[in-house]
């Protein structure tokens, strides 16, 4: 017998899921696929990657899913549609007669679950499979057609801490990767401009390294791919939240801290800090496919000592007159890497370099230099205003969590601990084009999480000492912060008095 199927549309003309709910019959050990047909009416790009929340029985016990989802994101543009399919297997342990419920949820752009019925049915003269056709259609009710700006107090927006982690799910990975590549040639740029800097370059440029990354920039149109990526950010954030990069956006959140008390309503000071990017850089640049490779590996080197290591390394081999082999596997790598990213949301790659940055800044606070500075800090209104923020938001919890996740996921690709992630990656791809062999440090995500454990005060101040490592304009910052006098408190209340009618010999009526 055929189970029955359930057409369900999210249009807010319609009558709404969420009272409705989806209601499926299904024997033991069957499989319930929800077929999910998605169609973005709004006028801002979405990434969506819907989730089935955990079963819970009639009997309050509760079930973890274990669903398969295909593909595992969606891109969908303004106008755009897409297929979806979400699967799972229904445990033997449920037994006929049995209801559970569930919600189908999309993070990070609606946090309303659709109910979901399932009831358990004998397993003979039924099918194995029920499936379930859902479509789907944005915006959801109750949301608003127009992109949704940075004064939404429903979401914070994506200047709130809060708000920004829940962006994470749906901001493409791409748009981070290019404003990443970006800044670090823009950093390069200048570094050359230095004697040291000028050196290094001239050395790099002899390499069989700078060789073959420029062809391998060249061949995967790498340029073109970050003037692309950039100009759908732009687009998107200034029509959201008035700002055209996530960098800035994140970088004046840590700033306005500086200047605000989290703990008290009021109108919120604007401050003045110059443009993270240089205007017009990527157009500037240009289509060159080694002007970029150069400048990203300077700009590398120029915050992290272990890369200038690494070109020096490079460049005292004997000069290579030919092209490797390795060229042309590097760009098919580069391409394919590039096409990959698409279907990554920014999470992974914004929680794998808050714990690189949080594990440099652990490092450093116990250095005496670092404990001071920490110490300093630590009677701020800066650092109440990122502790709380930090603990309002979860984010301990969430980096964490997201950690595991991600561990797990490239050991099931076979991955080994210390060798897994992007950035992982990425510079074993660097250094292979040179055939250099340069160590590299394993990535210590879980040492990470351990060490500064569930504790908001030692993440903020690892995450802030470890960008002040990376960022002059964050270490000028935290060094003025540090200056400052202690902030006067805020008084108290005063406690109101009452008379002790009770207490004396009066009636309550005089």
Known sequence: MELSRLTVNMNPSTESPESRGIQVKIKPRGTLCLQLSLRNEMQEPLLLRPILEDWVRDDREIFATTNRLFPPYIYLDPGGEATQTLSLEIPIAWQPGQQLASGLRFPGFHERAIPIQVEIVPPAGNSDRAEVPIAVTFPLPGESDRPRSASDPSTAGIFGLIGGLLDLDRI??????????????????????????????????????????????????????????????????????????????????????????????????????????????????????????EDILLGLAAIAPGFASGIEACSARSPQMGVADSATPASYTLSTGLSGLEALPARWLVVELLLGVAGKGWQRSRTPGGEQLLAQLGRTRFFKN?????????????????????????????????????????EQWLWSLGNCSIPIAPFSGDATCEALGMDGDRWFGAIVLGLAEVS???????????????????????????DD??????????
């Open 501 to 510: 009618i009770l207490g004396e010999p009066k009636s309550l009526q005089r």
């Open 472 to 498: 002059p304009r964050l270490n000028a910052l935290l060094e003025a912060i540090a200056a400052l006098p202690s902030p006067a408190p805020v008084p108290a209340a005063p406690t109101p008095t009452f």
């Open 386 to 426: 990122g502790v709380l923020a930090m603990a309002s938001a979860q984010a301990p919890r969430w980096l964490s969590v997201s950690q595991s996740a991600a561990a797990a996921y490239h050991a099931s690709v076979g991955g080994s601990p210390g060798q897994q992630g992007l950035l992982y990656f990425w």
């Open 172 to 293: 493409p990975a791409p748009w981070l990767a290019a404003e990443l590549l970006t800044l670090l040639a823009q950093i390069g740029e200048e570094y050359a401009a230095s004697s040291a800097g000028k050196e290094l370059r001239d050395r790099l440029q002899t390499t069989q390294l700078y060789r073959n990354g420029a062809i391998a920039f060249t061949q995967a149109q790498l340029p073109h791919w970050i003037w692309q990526k950039l100009s759908e950010a732009n687009a998107t954030l200034r029509d959201r939240v008035g700002e055209g990069h996530l960098l800035e956006i994140w970088e004046r959140w840590l700033f306005d801290l500086a200047h605000t008390d989290v703990e008290i309503e009021g109108d919120r000071p604007t401050i003045a800090i110059s443009p993270l990017f240089k205007s017009g850089f990527p157009e500037e640049m240009g289509e060159d496919g080694g002007r970029w490779f």
